[in-house]
């Protein structure tokens, strides 16, 4: 077992892994059009808003959450898997972009850009604690399983069946900034959701055949929580394979969103998805992400994004205005 113990620069290692040894590379194997480095099986693309719940108490109203306003959003569900490999035991991602959001954003070129971008996962934790260590992992993955039991217990507890997309709780599991002197985390939790089949797990995309289904039969609602930081020791800032306590600090509705009925599958909305990028850095200054992971992010995704619109002919900035939820004539 040969297990490094540093990495000089883990977000310069880790983005060369992510772009030069995996985007790149398959880039260069015929890759097109360019998809993400990572959570590029898509799911599902949908339209809908974003709704800051009215009556925040006082200590809520930060940021976006200061006023009882409703935001146009696009979403992208997916897993990190690539295409053809079997679902079951996954992670599922979703990217929340809201659009006509007034403020100066933390990402660079982005700060005038009127666009606010959440990204959960359905697990709450991540399998290392920061960049250091994920560079560190990466380096000889098998060796650092061998030596680290925490991360061997969080991938196996990562490994589960998915009956829904829209049933699954979903978590930022990066911390940000509330505002100039608190610190939370993001959850989603589903509020009102349509029956859905019985999931057949060895079919190829059953999430995105239910996802389809659903949304072609009612509104989905689902709960957007804060989760303040109300303990520094047992809610750290920069290691991610600690859980916060939901006991010490219960998640706080501010939010809802809403996916209204659609059919995901019309007007090319996955094409018009897959040209939008996620980032935890395109918000407002008052919930700047945390952390060396966040840090890794913010120059991965942008990397990664850059590289997929140039090679797919796309343009290269936020859109300024949101794709309309139909066509009005």
């Not at 569900?77 to 035991?89: K, L």
């Not at 604690?129 to 507890?157: S, Y």
């Not at 990028?277 to 890794?296: C, I, Y």
């Amino acid at each position: 077992m040969n297990v490094s113990t540093h990495v000089q620069d883990p977000i310069a290692e880790l983005e060369e892994l992510f772009i030069e040894k995996t985007q790149m590379r398959r880039i260069r194997a015929g890759q097109c059009p360019v998809r993400r480095p990572v959570f590029l099986r898509l799911n599902g693309v949908a339209h809908g808003r974003f709704e800051v719940v009215e009556d925040l108490p006082d200590e809520l109203k930060v940021g976006l959450f200061a006023q009882a306003k409703t935001y146009p959003a696009w979403v992208r569900y997916s897993c990190d898997i690539p295409d053809g490999a079997p679902e079951r035991g996954e992670t599922v991602g979703l990217g929340i972009k809201l659009f006509g959001v007034e403020g100066e954003k933390c990402l660079e070129p982005d700060e005038s850009s009127p666009t606010v971008d959440f990204l959960l996962q359905n697990h709450p934790v991540f399998f290392v604690n920061d960049a250091q260590d994920m560079a560190l992992a990466f380096r000889d993955f098998a060796a650092w399983i061998e030596a680290h039991e925490d991360t061997k217990a969080i991938l196996a507890a990562m490994r589960k069946d998915v009956k829904s997309v829209l049933e699954s709780e979903l978590w930022s599991v990066i911390p940000f900034h509330f505002g100039l002197q608190k610190f939370c985390k993001y959850k989603i939790e589903p509020e009102v959701i349509a029956l859905g089949p019985e999931p057949d797990f060895d079919a190829p995309g059953y999430l995105k055949a239910d996802l389809h289904q659903r949304l072609m039969t009612a509104e989905v609602r689902l709960r957007f929580m804060v989760q303040l930081q109300e303990d520094d020791d047992c809610m750290p800032l920069d290691t991610a394979t600690h859980e916060w306590d939901e006991v010490t600090s219960a998640p706080v509705h501010v939010a809802t969103l809403i996916l209204p009925i659609q059919d995901i599958d019309s007007r090319n909305q996955s094409v018009y998805g897959e040209t939008l990028a996620f980032n935890p850095w395109r918000t407002l200054k008052e919930h700047q992400p945390v952390g060396s992971l966040a840090d890794a992010r913010k120059v991965i995704y942008q990397a990664s994004a850059t590289v997929r619109r140039h090679y797919n002919g796309n343009v290269l900035g936020e859109p300024q205005v949101e794709r309309p939820a139909q066509l009005k004539p």
